[in-house]
């Protein structure tokens, strides 16, 4: 079964640069080949991705001129010879991230190994673009409890967090975990799984707005980084035991501080470099207190499968800030950039 359709909407990144670059074209929809399947966008969100992929990163070549945005949440529209599941007018999810399907690594559920992996908006098209034609197991069916706006923030961002705090960190009950930048999609998604996990949660933020945001997710250790030393603060809250665990994506600015208010046996698990990602290390710190630094990107199908499990069951939900309507994206990458964030911004086609 399949609708007709001839044009739609989207938005392109033809060359790196400022919001400027961004242009909303006419482009054909393509039908869904063997296997695939075409989402009609009902909403997505912007994450920090978009903004690198747009201005462009020193050394790494991006594949442009691209359809950017990792996240897409709508409604199965057609499907290709050979698809089963999902079929048409099924609310779906797509998957942000995904491996080659076949090597050892993706065959073993550990996708981010893969070297073929790549992430949707970023190695190939994205979904800011009113369809999107998809392989049918890349799109995942979403429970019709879950609201269009939760469904499209979730993806990225609770994926990379899971797979930090749970895979990577093995976080356990009771233990200190420190979140930097509360503010941030990842973040706000790994405060809420260290909560689920029952650890001690501290985290940080920029602003006196931020702190009252994050104290309002039910935190009681939240140090404003702009006025105090975020390392003496954490030493001080936990009674110089420091934290277990830190979850980082912030890089050069944070690093050192990091290291010296880790616990013995303390792991550091960073998934992005927002302030550069070169770094001073005192290597005696890390033998002496038996540190672990932990990298991290983004996850595997099974993991993405968890963390929409924890949504559907009510136990997580994504912080969403504000919502820009499909015409305005430059100004909601604008927004993003401002740093006057706290959740998810997002993209709504209707």
């Not at 990091?258 to 001073?280: D, I, W």
């Not at 099974?302 to 309507?325: H, N, Q, Y």
Request: contains cysteine; neutral net charge.
């Amino acid at each position: 079964m399949m609708n007709e359709v001839s044009m739609m909407k989207a938005w392109i990144v033809p060359e790196h640069g400022g919001v400027d670059v961004l242009k909303l074209e006419q482009k054909p929809v393509t039908e869904p080949g063997p296997g695939q399947v075409r989402i009609k966008t009902t909403m997505g969100a912007l994450n920090h991705l978009d903004l690198w992929v747009r201005r462009g990163v020193p050394g790494h070549k991006f594949p442009l001129p691209m359809i950017p945005m990792s996240d897409v949440a709508g409604t199965v529209d057609a499907v290709g010879p050979g698809v089963g599941d999902p079929v048409v007018g099924m609310r779906v999810v797509l998957l942000p991230g995904v491996g080659c399907k076949s090597c050892g690594h993706c065959t073993i559920g550990d996708d981010p190994i893969c070297r073929d992996y790549g992430i949707r908006g970023e190695s190939f098209d994205g979904g800011a673009a009113e369809y999107v034609v998809a392989p049918a197991d890349e799109a995942i069916p979403i429970s019709d409890n879950v609201d269009w706006s939760t469904a499209a923030a979730f993806g990225l961002t609770f994926l990379t967090a899971y797979r930090m705090v749970f895979t990577r960190a093995k976080l356990r009950k009771d233990e200190w975990v420190l979140v930097h930048a509360a503010g941030s999609g990842v973040s706000s998604a790994a405060i809420q799984f260290a909560q689920i996990e029952q650890a001690r949660v501290i985290t940080t933020a920029g602003s006196p707005e931020k702190v009252d945001a994050a104290k309002k997710m039910g935190i009681n250790h939240v140090i404003n980084y702009k006025e105090a030393d975020f390392a003496k603060e954490v030493r001080s809250i936990t009674g110089k035991h420091g934290v277990d665990v830190i979850i980082d994506h912030v890089g050069k600015d944070t690093f050192d501080g990091n290291m010296k208010c880790l616990a013995k046996g303390g792991r550091l698990v960073t998934c992005g470099n927002t302030s550069g990602p070169m770094v001073e290390m005192n290597m005696a710190m890390v033998f002496f207190k038996g540190l672990s630094i932990l990298g991290s990107t983004m996850g595997s199908r099974s993991e993405f499968l968890k963390a929409m499990d924890l949504v559907e069951r009510g136990l997580a939900k994504p912080v969403i800030d504000k919502v820009f309507p499909f015409e305005e994206l430059p100004k909601a990458h604008e927004y993003l950039e401002s740093r006057k964030v706290f959740g998810k911004v997002l993209i709504s086609m209707e």
